[in-house]
T-cell receptor, first 113, second 112 residues
């Protein structure tokens, strides 16, 4: 089955620790995205990547880092510099610029204690 | 800059009735696209429908239709014959160069 997987579903970390969220897709999509969602809010863009080995900052990139070494994978690291990391994180992918629709994974809920 | 506004924090509808969820947008781009996504309590964002700014017809997908009024800059989602499974958050989004800008969403509750 083709789709986007994010693991784990729930993640707990102590304050001051870096944590990496996984996002994998087997849809052969070129572009991948990371969004953050806070309670009662819409999605805000953290980072996106349109091709392998290239990525761009979104609206709220501070305190986050990404890599895109493979087309299928776009991991997000939440660093200790991120002041309010507790949130719901959603990964998405899109085939290419001609096809606009982004498809989303199930999300990871990160809680920093 | 692009902006999406959803003014209804919550909506109530009875099963089998139709409901309209409002979305207004602002952009200076002559070409743009508008999306609606559904987010059930599980959290996953589910794509529902897309409308391009140059599309002549309003988009339809099953029970979902998009009431696109370009002059008024509105792209309202109409759900016909509501079902209990339609209870969820609904987000309107606009396509930028290669990213999406989302509204804050509307919570829809469908009662029996």
């Amino acid at each position: 089955d083709g789709g986007i997987t994010q693991s784990p579903k729930y993640l707990f970390r102590k304050e001051g620790q870096n944590v990496t969220l996984s996002c994998e897709q087997n849809l052969n999509h070129d572009a991948m995205y990371w969004y953050r969602q806070d309670p009662g809010q819409g999605l805000r863009l953290i980072y996106y990547s349109q091709i392998v080995n290239d990525f761009q900052k979104g609206d709220i990139a501070e305190g986050y880092s990404v890599s895109r070494e493979k087309k299928e994978s776009f991991p997000l690291t939440v660093t200790s510099a991120q002041k309010n990391p507790t949130a719901f994180y959603l990964c998405a992918s899109r085939m290419d610029r001609e096809v606009d629709t982004q498809y989303f994974g199930p999300g990871t809920r990160l809680t920093v204690l | 800059a692009q902006k999406i506004t959803q003014t209804q924090p919550g909506m109530f509808v009875q099963e089998k009735e139709a409901v309209t969820l409002d979305c207004t947008y602002d952009t200076s781009d002559p070409s743009y696209g508008l999306f609606w996504y559904k987010q059930p309590s599980s959290g996953e964002m589910i794509f529902l429908i897309y409308q391009g700014s140059y599309d002549q017809q309003n988009a339809t997908e099953g029970r979902y239709s998009l009431n696109f009024q370009k002059a008024r800059k509105s792209a309202n989602l109409v759900i016909s014959a509501s079902q209990l499974g339609d209870s969820a958050m609904y987000f309107c989004a606009m396509k930028g160069y290669s990213t999406l800008t989302f509204g804050k969403g509307t919570m829809l509750l469908v009662s029996p």
